[in-house]
Nanobody, 121 residues
Framework: QVQVWESGGGLVQPGGSLRLSCAASGRIYSMHGMAWYRQTPGKQRELVAATTSSGSTNYKDSVKGRFTISRDNGKNTGYLQMNSLEPEDTAVYYC???????????????WGQGTQVTVSS
């Protein structure tokens, strides 16, 4: 039906930057909400940033001013620009998208496989 994948993770030193990308493909009529989550071993997945189709955004308090979520609806893609990275940002980052599926026109949620971000000197 719909596939979602993330890219752009890696190893970066504290204070550095990374840009994560999220791409959705398949039977997509329209893309609605899009969000980035992260998870570390033994902890629950937590919301980092989210954006709606109208462009409104919200962020986890600890990333405000450092991370920026954006999207390109025409390409069914999204991004998470991460600046001033801290060791506490180390996690697997997941993209979640809400799409209206072509044909059924149902609104469904899909996850990517995750991309590792490691912040360490």
């Amino acid at each position: 039906q719909v596939q979602v994948w993330e890219s752009g993770g890696g190893l970066v030193q504290p204070g550095g930057s990374l840009r994560l990308s999220c791409a959705a493909s398949g039977r997509i009529y329209s893309m609605h909400g899009m969000a980035w989550y992260r998870q570390t071993p033994g902890k629950q997945r937590e919301l980092v940033a989210a954006t709606t189709s109208s462009g409104s955004t919200n962020y986890k308090d600890s990333v405000k001013g450092r991370f920026t979520i954006s999207r390109d609806n025409g390409k069914n893609t999204g991004y998470l620009q991460m600046n001033s990275l801290e060791p506490e940002d180390t996690a697997v980052y997941y993209c979640n998208v809400d799409v209206r599926v072509l044909g059924t026109m149902t609104l469904e949620s899909y996850w990517g496989q995750g991309t590792q971000v490691t912040v360490s000197s």
